[in-house]
C-alpha cells in the first residue's frame, strides 16, 4: 500500500455520521459518470403509538431508480393486520413519485419471504447466511416506463 505523506487508515467501530456520509457523496460523485443525474430520496414511514413510540415502520431510499428497502419491521401484536403491506404499498407509491421503477430488499428465510412473493416479489439471488439460514434477494417492477432522462 502506498498512502501519500500525512494519511493514514484505520479501522473505527463508531464513525460519525458525517464520516459515513462522505463515502455515500464520494462514490456518488463518481457513479454519475456512468448513471447520469443521481438524487437519493429517503423512504421513511412509521407506526407510532399514542406515546409516539415507533411500534413498526419501513425504512429505505431511492437511488438510481431503484428502490431499496433496508428495514421493514412491525412489532409482533401488530402483524398479520395489513401494517406491513399497507408500509410496502405506501412505500412503493413513494418510490413511484420520485421516479424509481423498481424495488430491492433482502429478508432471511425465517423472516418473510413468503411475505413479498404475495406483493409480486421475486427471488433474484439467495446466500448462506449463516450456514442454517439463508438470506434471499428480491426485487418487483413498479413500472415498465423507463427512468425520467435529465432535459439537460
Not at 91 to 113: C, I, K, M, N, Y
Request: charged content about 30%; overall charge negative.
Amino acid at each position: 500500500m502506498d498512502l501519500p505523506p500525512g494519511y493514514r487508515i484505520g479501522f473505527e467501530e463508531r464513525p460519525a455520521g458525517r464520516d459515513s456520509d462522505a463515502l455515500g457523496v464520494g462514490l456518488d460523485e463518481y457513479n454519475r459518470e456512468f448513471l447520469g443525474p443521481t438524487e437519493l430520496h429517503r423512504v421513511a414511514i412509521f407506526v407510532r403509538d399514542e406515546a409516539g413510540t415507533v411500534r413498526g415502520g419501513l425504512d429505505g431510499h431511492v437511488y438510481g431508480g431503484w428502490l431499496f428497502v433496508k428495514y421493514l419491521w412491525v412489532r409482533a401484536d401488530l402483524r398479520r393486520h395489513g401494517i406491513g403491506r399497507e408500509l410496502m404499498a405506501q412505500a412503493e407509491r413513494r418510490a413511484l413519485e420520485v421516479g424509481a421503477h423498481s424495488v430491492w430488499l433482502d429478508t432471511f428465510s425465517f423472516q418473510a419471504p413468503g411475505f413479498y412473493q404475495k406483493l409480486g416479489y421475486r427471488e433474484f439471488g439467495r446466500l448462506d447466511f449463516p450456514p442454517e439460514h439463508q438470506r434471499i434477494f428480491l426485487q418487483k417492477l413498479l413500472s415498465r416506463e423507463p427512468p425520467h432522462a435529465d432535459a439537460s
